[in-house]
Structure formats: C-alpha cells, structure tokens
C-alpha cells in the first residue's frame, strides 16, 4: 500500500503487515510490536501520561480484536473492512497524525487517545491506552472521506 503520504518508509510497516496476515489466517503465534514514536506524538500526549512516552506497540490479541470487530461488515457501519495491508499505515497514524484527541478511560483509569490521519480520501483511525511509558494500539478502522488528502 503505497500513497504519497508514506514516502517516508516505516521499519515496522511490513512486519505489522505479516502479522496481521499471520492472524487473518488463522495463526496463533504470539506476536508483539514496537513501534518508534515521534517527538510529534510525544508533545501530543505528555501532559496527559506520567511518564514520558518510549514505544506504542500491538499484540496478537489486539490484531485479532480488530480482524474480528473491523475486518469485514463495517459497510454497515458506513466504514470500510480493514485489511493485513492497512496496517502498514499504522505508524505513519501513530507519527504523522492529523489528530490526537484523548476520548476517555478504561476500566482501570488507563487513558485512552485517538489519532487521525487522511490518506487518499481514507481516514485511518487508532486507538492507543493503557501503561505509562508503553501504550498499547487497541483497536483500528477506516472509512472514506471525500475530498480529504495528506
């Protein structure tokens, strides 16, 4: 998946591919990614966590949340059906945002954050919680946006 925003090439972008492709075909091999995050994302959330921010990462069971929840019948939902191949855009999501909106907590008083970013008329969407330094990517969707661009 390649588009004008994403000339700058993430290391992480084709293992976070294999590993959803690991899980949407059945596997269930252990997985857990570190992503490298930017100053950018950094500044968006410090004030918000008590420590300063190191890694945002994705297990299996997050990938498997999302295939279950966002990889088909999202049309539905007036969203698009993810695929092993959009996860190449998640740290481009992570680093090079649009926006980064703090929505709530979760059960344990972990914040949560949603991050933006429109790519070719599609806006991806993550959502990362839980830990102080280390924050955890739970779940992904898309859907079109006309009109919108990087």
Known sequence: MESDCSKNQYPESSLLVSAAESVWNGSEIKINIGIEVSEKLIAAI????PDRLELVFIT??????????????????????????????IPI????????????????????????KNLSSTVY??????????????TMWKKNQPGASC
């Open 46 to 49: 410090g004030e918000h966590l």
């Open 60 to 89: 299996d069971s997050d990938i498997r949340h999302i295939k279950r929840k966002h990889g088909s019948g999202e049309e539905g939902r007036g969203r698009l059906s993810l695929k092993p191949s959009d996860f190449a855009i």
């Open 93 to 116: 999501v992570l680093n090079d945002f649009d926006t980064c909106v703090q929505s709530d907590t979760d059960k344990l008083g972990n914040k949560k954050f949603v991050l933006t």
């Open 125 to 138: 969407l993550v959502t990362i919680q839980r830990g102080k330094r280390k924050l955890e990517i739970k």
